[in-house]
């Protein structure tokens, strides 16, 4: 083995346990306390609040869409290769591609949204529930992503 190999294999090992170890430490913290006091004349403007809730509710939206989209291209894809009468190996393959590099896109909505969610007076529990779900997020679209890049490496090698 290569040591490029083994490295990389170390860094596939560590990284998960190291989100998953700090997603553990961000739900234990103390939630108590808020981040900033804020002031009864320093408060955000209703309307602020209202353009935010309008901003969250159309990245959700946006990923709902993307990621809906992906599964009924993905699943059209896959019925019309069960009929395609010569078959390539690697086309079911092409349509998992095409499904993660969907799915992570709609991640990211996701994660937007969440910012979203805590851009005004966020509370320290606000926070550390934004940690936790982006860290489980990038957890997520780690491994997809490196799944997709693998997928891409043996389409290549069997070119």
Known sequence: ??????????????????LILGLVLLLNLNVG?????TAAGNAPEAWLKLL???????A????AIVISAAVVQGFI?????L?????????????RLQLGRRLALGLE??????????????TRQDILTLGAIVLLRTLLN??????????????????
């Open 109 to 122: 909505f996701t994660v937007a949204s969440d910012i979203l969610r805590t851009a005004i007076a966020p």
């Open 142 to 159: 780690y491994f997809l992503e490196r799944e997709i890049r693998q997928g891409e490496e043996r389409s290549k090698a069997s070119e």
């Open 60 to 63: 959700e939206m946006a990923a």
């Open 33 to 37: 306390q808020t981040v900033a006091e």
């Open 1 to 18: 083995m290569k040591r490029s190999s083994v490295l990389d294999s170390i860094i596939d090992l560590l990284l998960p346990l190291g």
């Open 52 to 58: 935010i809730g309008y901003l969250e509710s159309g």
């Open 77 to 81: 894809a896959y019925v019309r290769q």
């Open 83 to 95: 009929f395609y009468i010569r078959q390539h190996i690697d086309a079911t393959e092409k349509i």
